[in-house]
Nanobody, 125 residues
Framework: LVQLAESGGGSVLPGGSLRVSCVSS????????MGWFRQAPGKEREAIAV???????QYEDSVKGRFTISRDNSKNTLWLQMSSLNAEDTAMYYC???????????????????WGQGIQVTVSS
C-alpha cells in the first residue's frame, strides 16, 4: 500500500521559515518523481516544486528562490524548505508521487498520482 504522510506544518510569521516533510512507504521511493503541491482557499491545487530521481528540480515562479525541495532516498523522505514566507503562501500543502516511473517529472498537472493527506501552513502576523 502506497502511503505518504506530511508533517511539520503550522503557523509562521511573515518573513519566517518552515520546513515540511513527507515520509513515504509501500514502494521504491528512489524510483519515482516526487512533488509538492498546495491549495489555497478558493483556488485550485497547484504544483510548486518537483524533484526527479536524479534530484533535478523545478519550481513554480512564485516560490523560486524561496523554497527548496529535496529528498533523502535512504529515509524515504521528501522535504520542502520554505523561507521568506508571506500571506500568499498560506495553503494546504500536499506531497505527491507520480503514478508511473515513466510519467514526466514536471510542474504540469498530475492527473494520476498518489497523494498525502495534506498539511496546513498559515502565514500570518
Amino acid at each position: 500500500l502506497v502511503q505518504l504522510a506530511e508533517s511539520g506544518g503550522g503557523s509562521v510569521l511573515p518573513g519566517g521559515s518552515l520546513r515540511v516533510s513527507c515520509v513515504s512507504s509501500g514502494y521504491a521511493f528512489e524510483e519515482y518523481c516526487m512533488g509538492w503541491f498546495r491549495q489555497a482557499p478558493g483556488k485550485e491545487r497547484e504544483a510548486i516544486a518537483v524533484i526527479d530521481i536524479h534530484r533535478n528540480t523545478q519550481y513554480e515562479d512564485s516560490v523560486k528562490g524561496r523554497f527548496t525541495i529535496s529528498r533523502d532516498n535512504s529515509k524515504n523522505t521528501l522535504w520542502l524548505q520554505m523561507s521568506s514566507l508571506n500571506a500568499e503562501d498560506t495553503a494546504m500543502y500536499y506531497c505527491a508521487r507520480r503514478d508511473l516511473r515513466s510519467d514526466p517529472c514536471s510542474l504540469s498537472p498530475w492527473d494520476n498520482a498518489y497523494w498525502g493527506q495534506g498539511i496546513q501552513v498559515t502565514v500570518s502576523s
